[in-house]
């Protein structure tokens, strides 16, 4: 499970807000995520999503360590991408220019 914090207006009472979806596959087979926690604690197969929200100033901090590492490394591929494409394109422009 996958933990995000967000700030939230002081106003706000509802900490624990869910979101019941429906997916609709291409062949038709329709999915209603919907289950809710099991009491034993083990995931549902169709858990309902969920988001918890924490009070202001209850000391929950982002988790910015974990992301950060990742967002690095996807940086580094985005740009190592983009440099081979600009390299395959300037060598099909090169290779495609007609010589007088």
Same mark, same amino acid.
């Given at each position: 499970? *996958?933990? +995000?914090?967000?700030?939230?207006?002081?106003?706000?009472?509802? +900490? &624990?807000?869910?979101? $019941?979806?429906? /997916?609709? +596959?291409?062949?038709?087979?329709?999915?209603?995520?919907? /289950? =809710?926690?099991? $009491?034993?604690?083990?995931?549902?197969? %169709? $858990?309902?999503?969920? #988001?918890?929200?924490?009070?202001?100033?209850?000391? &929950?901090?982002?988790?910015?360590?974990?992301?950060?590492? &990742?967002? *690095?490394?996807?940086?580094? #591929?985005?740009?190592?991408?983009?440099?081979?494409?600009?390299? =395959?394109?300037?060598?099909?422009?090169? =290779?495609?220019? %007609? &010589?007088?």
């Amino acid at each position: 499970m *996958t933990e +995000y914090v967000a700030a939230w207006p002081e106003f706000c009472v509802a +900490y &624990h807000l869910t979101f $019941p979806a429906t /997916q609709t +596959y291409s062949d038709g087979e329709v999915v209603k995520w919907d /289950q =809710a926690d099991n $009491p034993d604690g083990a995931e549902p197969e %169709r $858990p309902l999503p969920t #988001l918890d929200l924490a009070p202001k100033g209850s000391g &929950h901090k982002p988790a910015t360590a974990a992301t950060a590492d &990742h967002d *690095t490394t996807a940086r580094w #591929l985005g740009g190592i991408g983009i440099a081979l494409a600009a390299g =395959a394109l300037g060598g099909a422009a090169f =290779a495609t220019r %007609r &010589h007088a």
